[in-house]
């Protein structure tokens, strides 16, 4: 199957700063990404819809001036969390659709665990 | 989106088949039926989805009843490695793409 990278696996910053999260698309391109948040004990949670070459969907709830997210080409999509705080807490995880197969098929990332201190 | 009713966990002993049944009584003619599974710690695996028919795959079969209000995930030989949540999620096809993940069941294999 499908397979969807993500850099880093884990990242403890200082509450203040800004951490950048990479999701890659292995072997094949990708015109939509898919950001997911989760919190311990929790299900996954939808936050963003990026697509390449243009303006991320954001759902609502999810503030777009702090959770930037750019898609510049087909097998990267970046999300950056800006000026983070404890809250922020969480496991980051992106997901991609392969062109190749059915439209709903999605292929997740391994996830980010990101810790602020 | 159809909502969806899982159970909040089950056991199943290895080696044994896993059923896990999904309630999505609203769901409508256009909607398939995706089931996704994320081990501890790790991002989400697409495990199988169906229409209306009954599909299987190399991980596990799906069964969806006739009026389409339920289906059930057969794991047939469940290892201790399918110890997870498991989440079923209507989809509209074409829709899109994304997925709306419930509370899941949380499967334990247990030896």
């Known amino acids: 199957g499908a397979v969807v990278s993500q850099h880093p696996s884990r990242v403890i910053c200082k509450s203040g700063t800004s951490v950048k999260i990479e999701c890659r698309s292995l072997d094949f391109q990708a015109t939509t990404m898919f950001w997911y948040r989760q919190f311990p004990k929790q299900s996954l949670m939808l936050m963003a819809t990026s697509n390449e070459g243009s303006k991320a969907t954001y759902e609502q709830g999810v503030e777009k001036d702090k959770f930037l997210i750019n898609h510049a080409s087909l097998t990267l999509s970046t999300l950056t969390v800006t000026s983070a705080h404890p809250e922020d807490s969480s496991f980051y995880i992106c997901?991609?659709?392969?062109?190749?197969?059915?439209?709903?098929?999605?292929?997740f990332g391994p996830g980010t665990r990101l810790l602020v201190l | 989106d159809a909502k969806t009713t899982q159970p909040p966990s089950m056991d199943c002993a290895e080696g044994r088949a896993a059923n896990l049944p999904c309630n999505h009584s609203?769901?409508?003619?256009?909607?398939?039926v995706y089931w996704y599974r994320q081990i501890h710690s790790q991002g989400p695996q697409y495990i199988i989805h169906?229409?209306?028919n009954n599909e299987t795959n190399e991980m596990a079969s799906l069964i969806i009843t006739e009026d389409r209000k339920s289906s059930t995930l057969i794991l047939p030989h469940a290892t201790l490695r399918d110890t997870a949540v498991y989440y079923c999620i209507p989809i509209y096809s074409g829709n899109t793409g994304k997925l709306i993940f419930g509370q899941g069941t949380t499967l334990q294999v247990k030896p």
């Open positions: 609203t769901i409508s003619g256009n909607e398939y």
């Open positions: 997901s991609a659709r392969d062109p190749r197969t059915s439209w709903e098929t999605q292929y």
């Open positions: 169906g229409l209306k």
